[in-house]
Structure formats: structure tokens, C-alpha cells
């Protein structure tokens, strides 16, 4: 019982402590930054070696204790407002971390009902993996939402070039995306010609995109754009030249995934015998599967082999992972 209350409590402060740090924060700092583009204020620029007073989303109108400004250096919320930006979601870090408390608190009590003792000592560990999925969910949307991207971005490059040379301007070209092209694409697009239509100069608007999609291929574009921006040169053909090297490297990721199937496909298996293992001894044997949880030893020898198993899933991913 006093387990209980004891997790119980942590989930209340947790929850309290990052309410205090996503939820008012969140809020104050948004409705600051559309008072600070309605009255036409810029923000203070960062001085490098010295403290920056610049407006975030964590930071707040009211009083602040230690623990929020400790969780202002750390721009916890920064960092999920640009991972749900790369993922299209429309959410707020606040509701993503009241999402993520509602299903840990679900995952927690689930298994401490569901599981027999004395394994409900670890429901824990379900109420980490059900805090930690959405926050998965949104980062695996977002690597397929930059995939999809990725693959329509060569064909973007070659009809601004054919925009370009039939007359429009560069500006021009990006908003006719828009209508040409479906989402992703369309909609980075759109927002970078909406920024530079109201105002916004085309090198911060394209730097604004750069920071959304966070691809090696757009670095190239924005850098080949602002680049004959101050030499000048032809663009039209740059940005030919770049779509043909970007399907070029889309080939040889393609080898090489090919090539490295085998070890990805073994490190994945060679990962999931332990745990299957585990499972069929549970319901086969459940009291060499005990040892491992009352037992002092036991726990020792568990802790160890998960933190090995762990170090060599690492090690064989970094072995078949090769960039390009």
C-alpha cells in the first residue's frame, strides 16, 4: 500500500511540474508573441556570452520558481513544438504532455490490476512505455511525413525551374506549388510564400523553412537560392542540376538498404528472442521466471542482461545505419 501512495504522489507532482512547465508557460508565451506582431515589436537579438532576454514559449508573465527556470534552459517545450510541427500536428506541447500523462496513468493501472503478484510491483514500467508512445507516434509520423517529402521534393525543384524559365518569378513559383502538389510539399511551400508575401525577407523565410524540414537535400536548395541571391548566375539550371543529384542519392540509399537487409533483419531478430523467450517461460515456468523478481540475485542478473541487450541492439543498428 505504501508502494501506491508513494507512485501515486510521483504522478501527482509529475503531473503538476510539467503542467507549471507546458500548460501556463505555453499559453503566456503565445499570446505574447501575437501582442508583440500586432504592435510591429521585434525581438531583442541574442548576444553571443550573455543571457538572452528574447521571448519563448516557456517563459511566462507570472512569478517563476527555480524548477520552472530550470526547465526554461533545458527548452523542453521548444523541442516539442518543432516535433509536432515536423509531424503536421496542429496540437500544442500541452495537450501532447496531457496526452502522454493520461496514457501512462492508464498503462500503470492496467497492469497493476491485470498482472499477478509480484509482478504488479513493475507496473511502472507500463506507465513509462504508455507515457512515452505518443510522443513515438509523433515522431515516427513525422519521419514518414519528411519521407513523403523528401520524395516529392525533386519534382518541386525541376517545375520551379520550368516556372522560372517560362517567366514567373522565383516567388511566384513556390506559391504555384501550392496548386501543383499535394501535402507535405504543398503546405511547407505555401507557408514559405505566405512569409514572404507579408513581409518577411525571402532569406529568413527560407531559413524558417530549412528549420521545418530539417532534410540535407532542402539545406542544399536554400543554400543554392541565397547563394545566387548575392552572386547571382542562373537558378533554373542550379536547381535542375540539384534535383538530379537528390535522385541520385536516392538510388544509392537504395543499394544500400538492399545491401544492408540481412544485418538489419538479424539485428531485429537477435533482439526479439530474448523477450519472446521471457514470455513462454512465464507461462510454462513461471517460477524460474519469479527468481529473476524476488531474488536479489535475480534482479542484479536481469538488470545486467536487459543493459546488454540494449548495448548490442545499439551496436548493430549503428553497424547497418549508413548515411549518405
Not at 27 to 39: F, S
Not at 78 to 104: I, N, S, Y
Not at 182 to 189: K, N, Q
Request: aromatic letters at 12%.
Amino acid at each position: 500500500m505504501g508502494y501506491t501512495i508513494l507512485v501515486f504522489l510521483f504522478i501527482v507532482g509529475g503531473t503538476y511540474v510539467l503542467y507549471m512547465a507546458f500548460g501556463k508557460s505555453a499559453g503566456a508565451g503565445d499570446v505574447q508573441r501575437v501582442k508583440d506582431r500586432l504592435l510591429g515589436k521585434k525581438k531583442p537579438e541574442k548576444q553571443s556570452g550573455a543571457a538572452s532576454d528574447s521571448p519563448s514559449l516557456i517563459k511566462s508573465d507570472e512569478p517563476t520558481t527555480n524548477l520552472q527556470n530550470i526547465l526554461s534552459k533545458l527548452r523542453l517545450a521548444d523541442r516539442v513544438e518543432a516535433m509536432l510541427e515536423q509531424a503536421g500536428m496542429r496540437w500544442t506541447p500541452a495537450k501532447l504532455m496531457q496526452t502522454a500523462l493520461g496514457f501512462a496513468l492508464a498503462g500503470y493501472c492496467v497492469a497493476w490490476f491485470m498482472l499477478p503478484p509480484p509482478f504488479d510491483n513493475f507496473a511502472w514500467v507500463f506507465g513509462l512505455v504508455g507515457f512515452g508512445g505518443p510522443f513515438l507516434w509523433i515522431m515516427r509520423k513525422g519521419k514518414a511525413r519528411l519521407k513523403k517529402f523528401e520524395e516529392q521534393f525533386p519534382d518541386s525543384l525541376e517545375f520551379v525551374a520550368r516556372s522560372m524559365r517560362a517567366g514567373h518569378a522565383f516567388s511566384v513559383s513556390l506559391e504555384m506549388i501550392h496548386r501543383e502538389f499535394a501535402d507535405p510539399l504543398a503546405s511547407e511551400f505555401r507557408r514559405t510564400f505566405d512569409e514572404q508575401n507579408l513581409g518577411l525577407p525571402l532569406e529568413n523565410a527560407l531559413q524558417n523553412f530549412a528549420k521545418r524540414v530539417p532534410l540535407l537535400e532542402v539545406h542544399f536548395f536554400v543554400s543554392a537560392v541565397l547563394l545566387q541571391k548575392r552572386t547571382g548566375g542562373n537558378l533554373s539550371e542550379l536547381l535542375d542540376k540539384l534535383a538530379v543529384i537528390i535522385r541520385e542519392r536516392f538510388k544509392l540509399r537504395g543499394r544500400i538498404k538492399a545491401i544492408s537487409a540481412h544485418g538489419r533483419i538479424t539485428a531485429s531478430t537477435l533482439s526479439i528472442i530474448p523477450i519472446a523467450v521471457a514470455f513462454l517461460m512465464f507461462y510454462t515456468n513461471r517460477e524460474y521466471i519469479e527468481f529473476f523478481v524476488k531474488d536479489p540475485t535475480g534482479n542484479q542478473m536481469a538488470g545486467v542482461a536487459i543493459f546488454f541487450q540494449l548495448v548490442g541492439y545499439i551496436i548493430m543498428k549503428k553497424i547497418v545505419s549508413i548515411e549518405i
